[in-house]
């Protein structure tokens, strides 16, 4: 079942100007910019995460391959 929910944010004037002049811009709605944004920095914290763990998988065995052998191992 899907049900929609309600959160309050505070935000001063300059924010709210900013933030609601930027989402009718898009030809988005306050709500959709918020989810938008939010959305995204996730996404982007994940990235950041697997970009970490990826490194460090790399400097515990720094073996590479070069793009070529890479596709013919397809």
Known sequence: MNKNMTKAIRL???????FESYANAKGL?????CKSAVREKIEDELDLQLANESYEDFLRDKTTI??????ESV
């Open 29 to 33: 709605t306050f709500s959709e910019l």
């Open 66 to 71: 070069s793009h070529n052998e890479l596709f």
């Open 12 to 18: 001063n004037n300059e924010d709210f100007t900013l």
